[in-house]
Nanobody
Framework: QVQLAESGGGLVQAGGSLRLSCAAS????????MGWFRQAPGKEREFVAA????????YYADSVKGRFTVSRDNSKNTVSLQMTSLKPEDTAVYYC????????????????WGQGTQVTVSS
C-alpha cells in the first residue's frame, strides 16, 4: 500500500516555473516507478512524465519535453516535477501515481494515485 500526496501547485505567469512534489508513505516506495499525469477541465487525464524505480530512466510527453524534469529521492520517498517555461495550456490538476508496470505512459498501469494539485498558468 502506498499513499501519495502532491504539493507545490499554484498560480504562475506564462514563462514562469513551478516545482511539484509528491510525498509517498510506505517502505516499498523504491519498488515503484512513478508518474505524473494531468487533467484539464473537460479533457481526459494525460501522461506528463515518469521515472523508473532507480531514477535512471525518465519518460516525457512531447508537449513537455525540454521544459519539465522528473526526479526522485528514494531516501526521502519523494518524486518531483520541475516545470519551467510554463504555458497557459499547462493549466491542469497534476497527479502523481505509482506503478509496478513498465508501460509508464498509460494511466491504467498505475495502481496508486494522489489527490492532485492545481497548476494555473496565466497568459
Amino acid at each position: 500500500q502506498v499513499q501519495l500526496a502532491e504539493s507545490g501547485g499554484g498560480l504562475v505567469q506564462a514563462g514562469g516555473s513551478l516545482r511539484l512534489s509528491c510525498a509517498a508513505s510506505g517502505r516499498t516506495f523504491s519498488s515503484y516507478a512513478m508518474g505524473w499525469f494531468r487533467q484539464a477541465p473537460g479533457k481526459e487525464r494525460e501522461f506528463v512524465a515518469a521515472i523508473n524505480w532507480t531514477g535512471f530512466l525518465t519518460y516525457y510527453a512531447d508537449s513537455v519535453k525540454g521544459r519539465f524534469t522528473v526526479s526522485r529521492d528514494n531516501s526521502k520517498n519523494t518524486v518531483s516535477l520541475q516545470m519551467t517555461s510554463l504555458k497557459p495550456e499547462d493549466t491542469a490538476v497534476y497527479y502523481c501515481a505509482a506503478s509496478v508496470s513498465r508501460q509508464l505512459t498509460y494511466s491504467s498501469s498505475y495502481t496508486y494515485w494522489g489527490q492532485g494539485t492545481q497548476v494555473t498558468v496565466s497568459s
